[in-house]
């Protein structure tokens, strides 16, 4: 079972992927709520995670089987408005370092599952403007301050 905390963070940290790329896109918005939906979050906890995001600790998934769902999560969110941003990409690697799974693992399992997602949403009829490859060395480079930390 999920505690209170792991799902405060989750949101939080789905609310900072979506504002990332400064892009308000309503398909992201539809996809946080139904996480939401998912994992019986309020209105509330939206606005409170929103305004107070600084105040929210990230916490790590516990079982392997949440941080992959985490991670699908992450991701879905960051292919959904068609627009893979390199600054949405460095914040879910981020998150897959900090879930403690090894890092060539974790570059794995993230290129992964941008491919099967991806794919899934191009097969319901999605386009992408940016055809950017998940770069793991690319990501190292590019040292960017997260709003995770």
Do not use: Q, W
């Amino acid at each position: 079972m999920k505690s209170p905390e792991y799902k405060l963070s989750h949101l939080r940290n789905l609310i900072a992927l979506a504002k990332i790329d400064k892009n308000e896109d309503p398909r992201e918005l539809d996809f946080i709520h139904s996480i939401m939906e998912r994992e019986e979050l309020t209105d509330e906890d939206f606005e409170f995670c929103n305004n107070n995001a600084n105040s929210i600790p990230y916490t790590v998934p516990k079982s392997f089987g949440e941080r992959v769902e985490f991670l699908h999560d992450m991701i879905k969110l960051t292919l959904l408005d068609g627009d893979i941003d390199d600054r949405e990409l460095d914040l879910c690697k981020e998150c897959a370092d900090m879930m403690k799974i090894p890092s060539r693992n974790s570059e794995d399992l993230v290129e992964s599952m941008i491919s099967l997602i991806r794919k899934e949403l191009e097969d319901s009829g999605m386009t992408f403007t940016h055809n950017r490859a998940y770069n793991p060395t690319e990501m190292h480079e590019n040292n960017t301050t997260s709003p995770i930390a």
